[in-house]
């Protein structure tokens, strides 16, 4: 594939589970990957996108993501995204880019408390943005969920923000675009993004839905999004 | 000196947790219950025996790590 002078480096904590399925669908992509420790100081300087992955991180003791925070790789990881690299944080990287501040918000107890794994229709909100540049707004993907605190908190005022600067990315809904919210998100919403749009964040797991005999492949359309600018 | 850290959510941001308890109680017919909230404390052995300044540092623990200021408060108590 032609991707492969594009560099996906994925962060791994202690407990952290995607990370080498997130390596797996970004090499199918033709991206080349490194999996980086999180004691480590650095982030390779040919990264090109930086994905924190998917888990429980230090076993979500405290709050999901709280502890991944202080890890020695988060202050490389402020730096990468300051200075404008491309960061996504999926399901637990998600909750750990609230808890850092490097996206808004903060991921609760889901209502029902308990834990949900299924697949999901998602509603593409805005993209104009490099993640989802290849879907259309409206656009109806299926992508999984697996998650006990995925539901997305934000105050009124900055949710009003979120709207303006078309910072929501994806919302739940059922297969015709109606807003069904499985967890309690705020406005259904189940991704966003910084305001400079290059830190994204999302419950679901685009990487789990990379082939269609699995489920699903809308990933593919997601993720590919970021391997060619 | 002795910190307990009570953590909850803050008033405004719905806990679901405190609504589930709050639903056990009223099935169990503890009926004159009118709201209930879920939140962890946290107990913290400090070495500092100044007070002002054991508050000072543990306020700090407070916004850095021990709760999500987003969501959630904190009440210190120091014993």
Partial sequence: ?229 | MKAIVNVSLKAGVLDSQGKAVHHALDSLHFNGVNDVRVGKQIVLQLEETDKEKAMSDVTKMCEELLANTVIEDYVIELI
Avoid at chain 1, 171 to 196: F, H, M, Q, R, W
């Fill in chain 1, 1 to 229: 594939m032609q991707n492969s002078n594009i560099k996906v480096s994925i962060l791994q904590f202690p407990g952290t589970n995607c990370e080498y399925d997130t390596q797996h669908a970004f090499e199918k992509l033709g991206a080349t990957t490194e999996i980086i420790w999180h004691k480590s100081e650095t982030i390779p300087s040919d990264t090109n996108l930086l994905v924190v992955a998917g888990g429980f991180s230090y076993g979500d003791y405290l709050r999901s993501g709280a502890i991944a925070k202080f890890s020695p790789v988060m202050k490389a990881v402020a730096k990468y995204a300051k200075d404008g690299g491309k960061v996504l944080g999926i399901c637990n990287g998600f909750q750990v880019l609230t808890e850092v501040g490097l996206l808004p918000g903060a991921l609760k107890r889901n209502d029902g408390l308990h834990f949900i794994s299924k697949h999901h229709t998602l509603k593409v909100e805005n993209n104009d943005n490099i993640f989802l540049k290849k879907l259309n707004n409206g656009d109806i993907v299926n992508i999984p969920i697996a998650h006990h605190d995925g539901n997305y908190y934000i105050d009124q005022d900055g949710l009003k923000e979120l709207y303006e600067n078309k910072q929501i990315l994806l919302t739940y809904s059922d297969k015709d675009g109606k807003a069904l919210n499985p967890n309690g998100s705020v406005d259904s919403i189940a991704g966003v993004c910084n305001k400079e749009k290059n830190v994204f964040g999302l419950m679901p797991h685009p990487e789990r839905a990379m082939e269609a005999i699995l489920g699903s492949d809308d990933g593919v359309k997601m993720l590919e999004g970021f391997l060619n600018p």
